[in-house]
């Protein structure tokens, strides 16, 4: 059987090329370089064959997105949303939605994920963003914020408050009522496409609508988990493309008269490099074992790869930095990149503040 992801490195090593500083800069991607992949279905690769996607095991879509992550965050940022657009609408939808997206997301149209609101971050549970029916449509109105890809989606899957609990719904962005305005000049993951988009009144049919009335939480929890596990691979790219640069450097930079990499307390960076490196494949590797196995520890098992690869790679980053001194001290750097884009991936997908607290909940119901 041929191998899903075949051929796919090399693709993306063609279409990102040395550009990924210059798409930084300019903060944006060309429309080839994300449409390319999508058609090929590689930045939703986990759809299964049965609705036109790849099928690729989560363990083999995560090795994959670490290696996108190590040339591009801002790419592995979109390819991030579109596999969690597809893996809302694939847990969250019926056999009639799989049937009408999942063929799209895999055959190319690109595809955001806005939960957030300026009142609602880290607490989602206070969303004002409402999809109300009316006769055979729905009506949607609200604003949401940073919606990473939002600015080359073609739909957005919208999270909102449905009658008494929550739904998601397929919002072509083309619709009236629709308006994209990115988010100005992020920090990181620059080319990512981050914008805010308002919703006023966005009638659309009721079967956009995906997992009406259930509980708000319940479905946010849900569409995060690829999304966590996903960034959680991308910060091992991240990781990656830091220890190859440092030791690199380490080897073929001298200082009093050796290379900087026989100085101790630089081979002290570049082993603490390694580690991280290391504790993060792992923690991403068993959390993807969870997924293709189907495990109920999956759930969990993903927070923890997510904490412990976005901590890993904002210290990771930190250290090569500092082994590389000046020489990282330019702006579109792979390293100077990387330091501000991994500082992010503690921020997004649930900071590391509530993934603790939800590794503390589930610690505590454990000892129970
Ligand atoms: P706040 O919730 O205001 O938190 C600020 C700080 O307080 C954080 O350190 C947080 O951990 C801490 N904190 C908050 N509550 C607690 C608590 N109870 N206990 C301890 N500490 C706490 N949203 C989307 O919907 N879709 C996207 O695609 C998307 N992409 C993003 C991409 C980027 C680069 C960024 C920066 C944001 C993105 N977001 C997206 C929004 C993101 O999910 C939120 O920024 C995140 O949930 C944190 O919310 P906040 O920024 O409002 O911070």
């Not at 999270?159 to 619709?175: D, L, N």
Request: charged share 20%; glycine share 10%; net charge negative.
């Amino acid at each position: 059987m041929p191998e899903p992801l075949a051929g796919a490195r090399e693709l993306v090593d063609d279409l990102v090329g040395d550009r990924a500083a210059e798409w930084d800069r300019s903060g944006e991607i060309p429309d080839e370089v994300l449409r390319t992949p999508a058609a090929r279905g590689l930045l939703c690769a986990g759809v299964p064959a049965d609705f036109g996607g790849l099928g690729a095991t989560s363990a083999a879509n995560g090795e994959f997105t670490a290696y996108v992550g190590s040339r591009c965050s801002s790419l592995r940022s979109v390819m991030t949303s579109q596999g969690m657009a597809a893996w809302a609408i694939q847990r969250l939808g019926g056999p009639r939605q799989h049937a009408m997206y999942l063929p799209k997301l895999a055959g190319g149209q690109l595809a955001a994920v806005a939960f957030s609101e300026a009142e609602a971050g880290s607490d989602l549970s206070a969303m004002t963003t409402t999809i109300e029916p009316d006769g055979d449509a729905v009506v949607v109105r609200g604003r949401k914020v940073w919606t990473t890809a939002a600015h080359y989606a073609d739909v957005i899957v919208v999270v909102g408050r449905y009658g008494s609990g929550a739904a998601a719904v397929v919002v072509p962005v083309s619709a009236p009522g629709v308006t994209v305005r990115r988010v100005p000049l992020p920090s990181g993951c620059r080319a990512a496409g981050h914008a805010d988009v308002h919703l006023d009144e966005v009638r659309l049919p009721a079967d956009a609508v995906l997992g009406g009335g259930q509980p708000l939480m319940l479905l946010v929890t849900t569409a995060l988990a690829y999304g966590r596990l996903s960034v959680a691979w991308g910060c091992v790219g991240i990781l990656r493309a830091c220890l190859d640069a440092a030791r690199r450097h380490a080897r073929d930079r001298r200082q009093f008269g050796e290379p900087l990499a026989r100085h101790q307390l630089v081979a002290r960076h570049l082993a603490n490099l390694l580690t991280a490196e290391q504790i993060a494949t792992r923690v991403c590797e068993h959390a993807s074992r969870g997924w293709d196995s189907g495990s109920p520890d999956m759930v969990i098992a993903t927070v923890l790869a997510k904490q412990v690869s976005a901590v890993q790679a904002a210290q990771g980053a930190a250290t090569a930095v500092q082994v590389l001194g000046s020489a990282a001290a330019h702006e579109g750097h792979v390293v100077e990149r990387a330091y501000r884009d991994a500082k992010l991936m503690e921020l997004i997908e649930g900071s590391t503040e509530i993934c603790q607290l939800i590794l503390a909940d589930h610690a505590v119901s454990m000892a129970a």
